[in-house]
């Protein structure tokens, strides 16, 4: 706290971006439990981070979610995803990575996007399922 009794405004300007970081990460979450190719895990894991930060308030409501708590814990408690998530990322993965190759980028654009997919992938396929 300043000398005045408030918060530093760098202090505010901080949780505001996280509190803004949080709530699109969160819509961009619920949107991907029903649009298919856009992953929900990640914008949910970023919602949760981005949220402990900037909103104690929105941090709670994800945690204690019905739907979305349970995937949080298995996360923080095994470094779980569940099976489904993983496979919707993978075939959503090659499905980009198709529609890149077939759109005429360069080889090497293809290439380098295939090689960090692929470290995603095996990334993403080698933590627990729930």
Do not use: D, Q
Request: aromatic share 6%; net charge positive.
């Amino acid at each position: 706290m300043g000398a005045s009794g408030h918060a530093p405004k760098g202090g505010r300007l901080r949780r505001l971006a996280f509190h803004a970081l949080a709530s699109v990460s969160l819509l961009l979450a619920l949107a991907g439990v029903v649009l298919p190719g856009l992953p929900a895990t990640p914008f949910l894991l970023l919602a949760a981070w981005a949220a402990a930060r900037g909103s104690p308030e929105l941090a709670a409501r994800i945690e204690t979610h019905p739907r979305l708590g349970p995937l949080l814990v298995n996360w923080r408690e095994r470094r779980a995803v569940p099976r489904r998530a993983k496979v919707l990322a993978v075939l959503s993965m090659g499905a980009s990575l198709g529609i890149l190759a077939w759109s005429g980028a360069p080889r090497f654009v293809v290439a380098g996007v295939a090689a960090i997919l692929a470290c995603v992938a095996a990334y993403l396929l080698t933590r627990p399922s729930r």
